[in-house]
């Protein structure tokens, strides 16, 4: 059973993983933590549903869609609520991203109500076994996804003009500008990106989750832990941070219960916090 617990955790943890590397690359470049990055990952996760509800695409043939929608969401955003402040105190960057939160939260009450609504997939409760252990079908699907787009996120990050721009502009945006790196162009491109990216987690967790408006909140909380834990900023951090996080909590829920394993990871955090504020991989940069 612990090998079956360790596969669950990575599992899961693949799939936490991708939540807080879209909010690792907006701080890694722009310094603002988005505490409504949860609320995008729930936009994400309605945008699939509502592909599957009512033009019967599955959620997995949906990403593209929830891609292009988070990104295009992602630039309004930045330039219509961001932008004016982005040189303003970190205060402003947390009320203003909170604020944002609540209004998504709201918006969606309104179109899809309170209900908790999943999807029923053909393939969602077949499980492949192997080597004893047992992993559901629709979990590996989001968690080989989910490694494709990391990856993908990887080599666009160290292959492309854009990535090294990027990595630049993280290092300092006011040499970045004197280079010649076109700085507002890039950021606005980047917050774009995290909010695509979190739109994608949103795709691949609706298949093994449930979403309603308030899910969002937890997903905010989490993403946090994660880019903490993982190294303020780091790519890479957040995806081991994800599996952390993941293995905490199934290894905590079988052999303590459900409920310690919020505990547990509240305990690494503060650990963290105290004994490495930069996080486990160091440096607060992409």
């Not at 609540?102 to 409760?125: C, D, E, I, K």
């Not at 993982?230 to 995806?239: H, K, L, T």
């Not at 829920?253 to 409920?259: K, R, V």
């Amino acid at each position: 059973m612990f090998l079956q617990t360790i596969v669950d955790g990575i599992m899961l943890g693949g799939l936490y993983a991708i939540i807080g590397m879209g909010l690792a690359v907006v701080f890694g470049t722009m310094r603002i933590i988005n505490f409504a990055h949860g609320q995008f990952v729930m936009v994400g996760m309605y945008i699939s549903y509502a592909c599957f509800q009512f033009l019967h695409i599955d959620p997995y043939l949906s990403i593209g869609i929830s891609f292009v929608i988070s990104f295009l969401l992602g630039i309004l955003v930045f330039r219509l609520t961001l932008k004016p402040i982005l040189h303003a105190p970190e205060m402003n960057h947390i009320l203003l991203t909170a604020g944002l939160g609540l209004m998504l939260t709201n918006l969606s009450q309104m179109v899809f109500n309170t209900n908790q609504l999943t999807v029923n997939l053909p393939y969602g409760h077949h499980t492949i076994h192997f080597l004893h252990v047992e992993v559901n079908q629709a979990y590996l699907l989001s968690f080989i996804i989910a490694g494709f787009v990391a990856l993908f996120l990887f080599l666009f990050m160290l292959k492309t003009e854009t990535g090294r721009s990027i990595r630049a502009i993280s290092q300092n945006s006011s040499s970045s500008a004197l280079m010649g790196i076109p700085v507002n162009r890039i950021t606005t491109l980047v917050f774009g990106l995290g909010i695509a990216i979190a739109g994608v987690a949103g795709t691949l967790l609706l298949p093994v989750h449930y979403v309603d408006p308030s899910v969002g909140d937890s997903f905010s909380l989490l993403a946090f832990i994660i880019v903490v834990l993982g190294g303020m900023g780091s790519i890479f951090g957040a995806g081991i941070g994800g599996i952390l996080i993941g293995l905490i909590w199934s290894l905590s829920s079988f052999y303590l219960g459900g409920s310690y394993g919020d505990v547990l990871t509240y305990i690494m955090f503060l650990l963290v916090l105290l004994l490495k504020p930069s996080g486990l991989f160091g440096r607060s940069r992409v």
